[in-house]
């Protein structure tokens, strides 16, 4: 156990709609990352926050958005859904930005659209 | 850019080493990670290691670094059942995001 719990584990949903995932990262973690998963373009960085801010945005769509809360844990919004959505879903956590070596990944959420 | 190639499967016998090979192209990685995933589960930390090391041996796992020539290569010993699994190779800068390479599938034949 990562110590980093990801909800739901499952999603299946229709086009069009919008899903959230939570991500709650390890106790004390202040820095989270959110990748994507998926057959064709493997594991790809979505976007970084560290303490609330955002860090680092990789190749996020833009229907796709994220926040961190005061709480630390973190929520990643998918909008107007796409059948090629379709993927794994990881988050990750750090204890902070900077000179950190190790970062844990969550069980990931599986996310389908039909 | 970034980027970090592996080959895509290997197949070895139980009880024989493993050795999956990693490149990657920024040298101004300062961490190099090997992370496992096993069907259906998350991404489990398995070892890194700093860009100033070699080496590095951790039970049945060593991780070696050609900081020159930019590769890095996890060797797993015995290699066991339990082992199958896709290995990702992971670059990363001072805590920036990580780039992964697209995962060797470690398939162990008995």
């Known amino acids: 156990d990562s110590g980093v719990t990801q909800t739901p584990k499952h999603l299946i949903t229709a086009t069009g709609q919008r899903v959230t995932l939570r991500c709650s990262p390890r106790?004390?973690?202040?820095?989270v990352y959110w990748y994507q998963q998926s057959l064709d373009q493997g594991l790809q960085f979505l976007i970084q926050y560290y303490n609330g801010e955002e860090r680092a945005k990789g190749n996020i769509l833009e229907r796709f958005s994220a926040q961190q809360f005061p709480d630390l844990h973190s929520e990643l919004n998918l909008s107007s859904l796409e059948l090629g959505d379709s993927a794994l879903y990881f988050c990750?956590?750090?204890?902070?930005?900077?000179?950190?070596?190790?970062?844990?990944f969550g069980q990931g959420t599986r996310l389908t659209v039909v | 850019g970034e980027d970090v190639e592996q080959s895509l499967f290997l197949s070895v016998r139980e009880g024989d080493s493993s050795v999956i090979n990693c490149t990657y192209t920024d040298s101004s990685s300062t961490y190099l990670y090997w992370y496992k995933q096993e069907p259906g589960a998350g991404l489990q930390l398995l070892t890194y290691i700093f860009s100033n090391m070699d080496m590095k041996q951790d039970q049945r796992l060593t991780v070696l670094l050609n900081k020159k020539d930019k590769h890095l290569s996890l060797r797993i010993a015995d290699t066991q059942t339990g082992d199958s699994a896709i290995y990702f190779c992971?670059?990363?800068?001072?805590?920036?995001?990580?780039?992964f390479g697209p995962g060797t599938r470690l398939s162990v034949l008995p």
């Open positions: 990750a956590s750090s204890p902070r930005t900077g000179e950190n070596t190790e970062a844990f």
């Open positions: 106790s004390g973690d202040l820095s």
């Open positions: 992971a670059e990363r800068y001072y805590g920036q995001n990580f780039v």
